[in-house]
């Protein structure tokens, strides 16, 4: 039986990983729970799993779930980033799933690491924000970050008995469905609204990272993501679009040979093998069936079109605080798109401007990072309040 604490229950990774520890109630237990906000979710959770303490960052959230959950015993109710921290590194859980989306993650991950838990990790804007100090962590502590997100579990697994091999690598090839606007011209892309972007064609998950899937700033994050949880240098990582999300990555070889893996598009199973690594145990989803009459297409990104790819390689091969800022930012602008205050090329154009603002520190601490965080939510929150609203119809933004 192993003993499991999942940050982030109530979003789409923590349903899903709750839903393989269900399915396999005989290996897993969970015994902590963490979120922000939901009570309505984490009440039901609670109810179900039975976990010994959960926490929601939202301390009148909290405070709700006390009163809710009054009539069961055993689940203690923790509140904020201690109550986070909590849930990270209770005695108990010898694995964290981290599924908690953005910058909010970075000190429970360190917490957790520090207190020796292995890690289920799919929070990429942490190791964005924070790949070196991760590592650092995951080394002195001896223990084990097994990646869910896709591409990074395909290119984990293509790597198995090679770990160490990265004098033998060619390139990771990460794929990229292309998003919602693969085919649609760039001047389109100008009168997008949030309800388009929403609708990823392959995968459903959280508003956060479908934006970043249209804009294809997620590529950009996972391709700093690989450099960090694969050591490996920038100029080794491609990405290619796929738009059957079959292939979720694939490492090639200096002998030319390229390793791929496939699967159907279920978060399920990567999350499932970060929970069983290095065992494999069934998994109740659609199996994918190539006998079934299938193209696999394959085709060059257009940076052009996603201006957010190539502020994600500056980002990458300046290094530093610039990729905080950037994943930081990022996640402002994207809730500023999501509530209609910019437009969608907006996003791209006040990134750059926060990217062009900021004096890069070269090698940051901990607390350096946690201030670039702050510094660039809050310049580019200055830039949405000034620039609210610009991109209307087709126009070009007025801020590029
Ligand atoms: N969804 C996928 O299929 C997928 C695939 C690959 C990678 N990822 C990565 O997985 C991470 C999570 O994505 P998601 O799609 O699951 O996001 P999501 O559906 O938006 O869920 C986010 C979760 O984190 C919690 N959370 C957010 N801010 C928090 C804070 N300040 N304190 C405590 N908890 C907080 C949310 O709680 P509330 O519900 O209370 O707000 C929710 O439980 C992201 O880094 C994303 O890039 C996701």
């Not at 190791?127 to 869910?148: E, H, Q, R, S, W």
């Not at 090679?162 to 990229?176: F, N």
């Amino acid at each position: 039986m192993k003993y499991i604490a999942i940050l982030g229950s109530t979003g789409s990774i923590g349903k899903n990983a709750l839903s393989v520890v269900e399915t396999h109630a005989d290996e897993f237990k969970v015994v902590g729970l963490a979120a922000n906000r939901d009570v309505d979710t984490l009440e039901q959770q609670i109810r179900r799993y039975r976990p010994g303490l959960v926490a929601l960052n939202d301390a009148t959230a909290g405070e709700k779930l006390r009163t809710r959950i009054r009539d069961i015993n055993g689940t203690q109710v923790l509140t904020g980033s201690e109550g986070l921290q909590a849930v990270a590194t209770m005695p108990e859980a010898s694995q964290v799933l981290d599924g908690m989306g953005g910058s909010a993650g970075l000190l429970p991950t360190l917490a957790a690491i520090d207190a020796g838990k292995d890690i289920a990790f799919v929070n990429k804007e942490v190791m964005v924000m924070a790949g070196p100090l991760v590592n650092t962590a995951v080394k002195t502590n001896d223990v084990n970050l097994i990646p869910i997100d896709g591409e990074m579990s395909a290119i984990f697994q293509c790597l198995e008995g090679a770990r160490d091999r990265q004098a033998d690598i060619h390139r990771l090839l990460i794929t990229a469905s292309g998003g919602p606007f693969r085919s649609v011209p760039k001047e389109d892309l100008y009168a997008v609204t949030p309800a388009q972007a929403l609708q990823h064609p392959n995968w459903k998950m959280g508003q956060k990272i479908t934006i970043d899937s249209a804009t294809m700033m997620n590529k950009g994050l996972e391709v700093i993501e690989a450099k960090w949880l694969f050591n490996i240098e920038l100029s080794k990582i491609d990405i290619v679009v796929h738009p059957e999300s079959i292939v979720h990555s694939m490492v090639e070889w200096t002998d030319g040979s390229t390793l791929a893996q496939l699967g159907p598009t279920d978060m399920r199973i990567m999350i499932q093998y970060a929970l069983t690594y290095p065992k494999r145990l069934s998994a109740p989803v659609p199996r994918l069936d190539l006998r079934e009459a299938r193209t696999l297409h394959f085709e060059p990104v257009d940076f052009e079109k996603f201006p957010c790819l190539t502020l994600a390689y500056t980002a990458a091969e300046v290094g530093g605080t610039l990729p905080v800022v950037l994943s930081s930012a990022d996640e402002v602008v994207v809730a500023a798109f999501l509530n209609a205050a910019i437009g969608f090329m907006d996003i791209p154009a006040i990134l750059e401007r926060v990217m062009d603002a900021h004096v890069v520190i070269r090698e940051p601490t901990l607390s350096d990072i946690l201030e670039v965080d702050q510094w660039a939510k809050s310049t580019a929150n200055s830039l949405i309040k000034k620039h609210t609203k610009i991109a209307i119809g087709n126009q070009p933004s007025a801020i590029s």
